[in-house]
């Protein structure tokens, strides 16, 4: 497990404290409702809520170093690969190939992350997974919207495996520069990438009045976007320390990352458009599903992931 020390409690009584004023903030918020803006506050409240069981799980999880990190995010896999899949046409020989995306590629690709093997890791799904789906698929003989069923497979394997693991991987960089904590980077790329989402959408709901893509997501306009990724690109600043990257380095880095995060969330509302739903599913109460959760870490996580090796490690 990992041993508790100065910035790991910095990070906990750091975190424990915005989670606490939050709380207190969306309490007075709701003594003071509205009829016009109880649904707001009630939706504040709930990400809030949900916020804190978040944190307690990535904690507990974290707590295990791979293992737990693994266990996590294959299990978050899983989950966001459903949400994707069923809004995708599936006939009956389609059910072979998502065997074969469920239960094998997901837990070897996680394996991969555990055992530290890159090479295999980095091209197991874009490249032999890509392929096998693609002929499992044919064999079915089943031949009717082919290229439509078998591309949102792979799509959504792509998406929700192979960016999403990108997360966990950075445990396997044990040799990063002036880095001896892998696990610090995981934090600092959740930290910034959760963040900009929280802070795009408070800065949206406060300010918010001109609309990026209306008809893709109308709930984010430019005044959001801009305010949230300069304050998560402050805060992931502010907390360099969990980072090799120096102070203005680490700014850019958090900078890259937020906008990614932000791509990462508005084509996945493309895709939620094109389907006629809000959210993806409605596991996490404020926050819908699980693919709406890590939306932006599917962006964010590859990005980081080579910068920091390529630049980072010897």
Not at 52 to 68: D, K, S, T, Y
Not at 138 to 158: I, P
Not at 186 to 215: E, N
Request: aromatic share 14%.
């Amino acid at each position: 497990m990992l041993p508790p020390d100065r910035q790991t409690w910095h990070l906990l009584i750091g975190t424990a404290a915005v989670l606490i004023v939050a709380s207190i903030v969306g309490f007075v918020f709701s003594m003071n409702a509205t009829p016009q803006n109880a649904r707001t506050i009630n939706n504040l409240n709930a990400r809030i809520r949900a916020w804190w069981a978040l944190v307690l799980v990535f904690a507990i999880a974290l707590a295990f170093e791979r293992v737990g990190m693994c266990i996590l995010f294959a299990l978050i896999s899983f989950i966001a690969l459903r949400e994707m899949l069923t809004l995708a046409p599936t006939r009956l020989g389609d059910h072979h190939t998502l065997f074969w995306a469920f239960f094998v590629m997901i837990p070897l690709q996680y394996y991969l992350i555990f055992i530290q093997w890159y090479g295999l890791y980095s091209i197991f799904i874009p490249v032999w997974c890509f392929l096998f789906l693609a002929i499992r698929s044919t064999l079915t003989g089943d031949a009717k919207r082919y290229m439509e069923r078998t591309a949102k497979v792979q799509w959504g394997v792509m998406i929700c495996v192979y960016c999403v693991s990108h997360a966990p991987a950075l445990l396997m960089l044990q040799d990063v520069i002036g880095q001896p904590d892998p696990w610090k980077l995981l934090v600092f790329l959740v930290i910034v990438v959760q963040m900009s989402d929280v802070l795009q959408y408070c800065w949206g709901m406060t300010l918010g009045r001109h609309k990026i893509a209306p008809h893709i997501s109308p709930s984010k306009t430019w005044e959001g976007f801009i305010g949230g990724v300069l304050s998560a690109t402050i805060l992931g600043t502010a907390i360099h320390w969990l980072t090799p990257f120096g102070i203005w380095r680490c700014g850019i880095i958090a900078l890259v990352i937020a906008v990614m995060g932000f791509f990462g969330g508005i084509v996945m509302s493309a895709v939620k458009r094109d389907a006629g739903i809000k959210d993806f599913g409605h596991l996490i109460e404020g926050h819908g599903g699980m693919l709406d959760r890590v939306d932006s870490l599917a962006f964010a996580a590859p990005v980081f992931f080579h910068v920091v090796r390529y630049w980072y490690t010897p």
